[in-house]
T-cell receptor
């Protein structure tokens, strides 16, 4: 069975500071990993995904994530936080096997950006 | 192009009533997923459709929950005899062909059971 653990339910950074949101996964098959962002009262928007190609994945809005198999991690980073980055971020792993593909989500990390 | 749409955006109902939630996926997407987002449980998978068939209903929490999809497009999630623990945001997502294809999410329906 697959699972995802996000370390830290709340992260606060200052505007212009590095953003680092942590995600560790557990998977018995090569994982497909995703980061989604959710703004208040909205659905989920895909930031980026890893599907076994390049281990460093670049996404929208300046975010990127690096797949590290040895550490079973897929942390999300952004060099310089912007006020508009304040939102909740979810890491997810695709359920393996077959063509089904539903996502298994972490609990989420709420990012606050201080001026 | 148009994204995934869901209706209603908000639904308030009394305990014991039935509710129907609707999802219109992106045109041409054969795979459709329902998820539930609640404070206590986070984001949970409910059911997956490929075309009109539902090969995976493993996430439905009880037999009060059912879903159908018609014409390979619109899907309806029905909750019978609603309970307070059913209060949550119900999210629908669609993807081109299942698997590792990107899932595009709708804005959700916020269900409140009084």
């Amino acid at each position: 069975a697959q699972s995802v653990t996000q370390l830290g339910s709340h992260v606060s950074v200052s505007e212009g500071a590095l953003v680092l949101l942590r995600c560790n996964y557990s998977s018995s098959v090569p994982p497909y990993l995703f980061w989604y962002v959710q703004y208040p009262n909205q659905g989920l928007q895909l930031l980026l995904k890893y599907t076994s190609a390049a281990t460093l994945v670049k996404g929208i809005n300046g975010f990127e994530a690096e797949f590290k198999k040895s550490e079973t991690s897929f942390h999300l980073t952004k060099p310089s936080a912007h006020m508009s980055d304040a939102a909740e971020y979810f890491c997810a792993v695709r359920r393996g096997g077959g063509s089904q593909g539903n996502l298994i989500f972490g609990k989420g990390t709420k990012l606050s950006v201080k001026p | 192009g148009a994204g995934v749409s869901q209706s209603p955006s908000n639904k308030v109902t009394e305990k014991g009533k039935d509710v129907e939630l609707r999802c219109d996926p992106i045109s041409g997407h054969t795979a459709l997923y329902w998820y539930r987002q609640s404070l206590g449980q986070g984001l949970e998978f409910l059911i997956y459709f490929q075309g009109n068939s539902a090969p995976d209903k493993s996430g439905l929490p009880s037999d009060r929950f059912s879903a159908e999809r018609t014409g390979g497009s619109v899907s309806t999630l029905t909750i019978q005899r609603t309970q307070q623990e059913d209060s949550a945001v119900y999210l629908c997502a669609s993807s081109l062909d299942g698997g590792a294809d990107t899932q595009y999410f709708g804005p959700g329906t916020r269900l409140t059971v009084l």
